[in-house]
């Protein structure tokens, strides 16, 4: 994080990053002075209603962050910025997107819980738009152009007002990972009442074990144990406010839904009081780790690894075979998982996999017979690009195996 006293005293000369967040309310003219190396330009958290007219001075800007701001329309001089091709304006006000404001480079395009109704007709002019967060909005239909959009990887159109699932998606040949729960076209949520029920008064939580966009993970154990649990559980409590990936009780019921099984973090009980939302689940074993890293700005849509991170093509194999397993049972339970991603996969070192994020996940089973064929074949394609990350991490001397050369005609890359 940056100051703005650095800025004017011109301390940031020659920098290719800069991240402000000072209740701003006005757009620093001093920002320009950085015009000759300015690359990532991160504006987040501020008081901001507009941007100057002359952005696109800013001849090298290639990434622009300004989500919680007071934002209520894409600028449309973002349009300008000739090398400009990730935006992010998650969190402000936005009724409004026009053609104009839509840089022809975009790749990277977040407009996460805002008020947007609908989106340009000639959205499909966007070729190179991979990535693509519409959760949280007030959208009844998708232009019928985003078809175009070939090279679309993800997409999330959670919590929005579709008022029919957008078939357009399933002609795209890239799209391997979305979500779009929380929609009048989706089915009801399910009371789940297969699964028990606690008070969260019962529950002591201890330590964080992990957060994300919907909610945070702690230790706990109970104060009152009704229900013979193990003494030490992992509890998720969901945030209230819709996330990228849509809203939290969208996650619970998905989750729910799709049960037990050998690759799955095991759900025990509920919480779900007026105030509280929450998940009580077995305790993962320390001794699992993540198996990849969320994305880059660079890589956009694919995971990123460890450096040296290595594995032989048997314990590939192993991994690519429980994963297959696993898309096989949210098919049969008709749920799409959504968010297919090593970094969302627990491994231990004898290759034993567990999942346990459905904050993207999405029922389907309401749903046409030839669009939950379609579903189900994105979901096989976030499975390719799986099996091309793990084929990455290969060992040198596996990589004229069989069993490789097997893998890699069933990669998609």
């Known amino acids: 994080m940056h100051t703005l006293d650095q800025l004017n005293r011109g301390e940031l000369k020659g920098v290719t990053r800069l991240q402000l967040s000072e209740n701003l309310s006005v757009f620093p003219e001093a920002i320009f002075d950085l015009a000759d190396s300015l690359e990532i330009l991160d504006l987040s958290n501020n008081k901001l209603r507009e941007l100057p007219a002359d952005l696109s001075r800013l001849k090298k800007l290639r990434i622009l962050f300004c989500s919680n701001n007071r934002f209520t329309q894409l600028p449309e001089v973002l349009g300008q910025c000739e090398k400009l091709e990730m935006i992010g304006f998650k969190s402000n006000q936005i009724t409004t997107v026009s ?15 805002n008020k947007l109704t609908s989106l340009p007709d000639d959205f499909g002019r966007l070729t190179r738009l991979q990535k693509l967060a519409l959760a949280g909005n007030r959208l009844t239909a998708l232009p019928d152009s985003i078809k175009e959009c070939r090279k679309l990887e993800l997409v999330r159109l959670s919590a929005n007002k579709l008022i029919a699932f957008p078939d357009a998606l399933l002609a795209l040949p890239r799209l391997a990972w979305l979500a779009f729960s929380g929609n009048p076209f989706c089915a009801q949520r ?15 939580l201890h330590q964080v074990l992990g957060q994300g966009a919907s909610g945070v993970i702690s230790r706990a154990t109970w ?29 619970l019921d998905a989750c729910l839904a799709v049960g037990s099984h050998n690759n799955l973090v095991q759900p025990l009980a509920k919480v779900t009081e007026d105030d509280c939302s929450a998940l009580v689940m077995e305790l993962i074993p320390a001794h699992y780790t993540n198996l990849g890293q969320p994305p880059s700005l660079e890589s956009c849509t ?38 297919l991603y090593a970094h969302n996969t627990l491994i231990n070192d004898n290759g034993h996999v567990l999942f346990g994020d459905f904050g993207a996940a999405s029922k389907y089973a309401n749903l046409s017979l030839q669009q939950q064929q379609g579903i189900e074949r994105i979901e096989r394609r976030a499975l390719g690009f799986f099996i091309d990350d793990m084929l990455g991490l290969c060992i040198e001397e596996d990589k004229n195996s069989d ?5 890699r005609s069933h990669a998609f890359s």
């Open 403 to 407: 069993l490789y050369q097997s893998l």
């Open 223 to 251: 104060w009152e144990n009704s229900f013979n649990f193990s003494d030490s559980v992992a509890v998720k409590v969901f945030k209230g406010d819709v996330t990228s990936d849509g809203y939290p009780e969208d996650e």
């Open 99 to 113: 053609s104009d404001s839509l840089p022809t480079l975009t790749r990277w395009l977040i407009l996460t819980d």
């Open 190 to 204: 399910d009371p789940h009442n297969e699964f028990k029920t606690v008070f969260f008064r019962d529950l002591e």
């Open 302 to 339: 694919r995971d990123t690894f460890v450096e040296d991170q290595q594995f032989s093509i048997d314990k590939i194999v192993r991994i690519i075979q429980q994963v297959d397993q696993l898309i096989a049972h949210f098919c049969e339970k008709k749920v799409s998982h959504g968010d």
